[in-house]
């Protein structure tokens, strides 16, 4: 999983609070390595490669069975059995290890799937965080999901009201591309100052405002 440096954090620190020097708006950020385990689904995949290759082993079970009795001279048909059941099971295990691989566990989960936990988390962090509760709903949260390469830029109902959802996406899409070419730093930065100008038209700085929300990314653990 990408990792941000302390130099990185700092930067991301920064970009946040130059961004809101010119808004009222409140910019948060967090990031996950998962939005959730999908445990069932690398299970289900392993499974389902172990009966692929028990049907498969079945076919040639007399090819076996001869291969086994050339090794063991005391052959009983046991043997067969027992390499029948610690082969698929060696298969199950080994499967289930690679789906948990980052790569092949975005292919083998649906992405309906992935978009669904990643909105799930990102609200939950959105209300957990205080980002919803801000003086005038003017807090607004990017959340970053790694494995499932997906972003969520969740407003508050005071930022909503004015700006369309849409506005938001070529800011979102920025992030994405940080995150696919390991560049999410910079990315995530870029990103920042843009929400920073598009929240300033509608939500300039006032001379009594006040930071209420801390500018460093949350690194969540799960």
Known sequence: MLKLSKTEREQIAKAVEKAEQQTSGEITTAMI???YD????ELLIAVLAG???GVLIFMFSSEIEKCLQGIFWNYHVYLLTGFYIFSTFLV???VYF???IEVIDRLIVPKRVQVAWVKRRAMQHFSESG???TREGTGILIFISLLEHRVELVADWGISEKVEAVKWQSIVDRVISGIKINRLAKK???SILECGELLAKDFPRRSDD???LADGIVELDK
Not at 38 to 41: I, P, S
């Open 92 to 94: 199950i295990v080994v």
């Open 51 to 53: 009966l692929i290759y």
């Open 188 to 190: 995530l930065c870029e």
């Open 38 to 41: 999908y445990a069932k689904y």
């Open 210 to 212: 006040e930071n209420e």
């Open 33 to 35: 390595g998962q939005s």
């Open 131 to 133: 980002v919803g509760h």
């Open 98 to 100: 690679l789906a948990n």
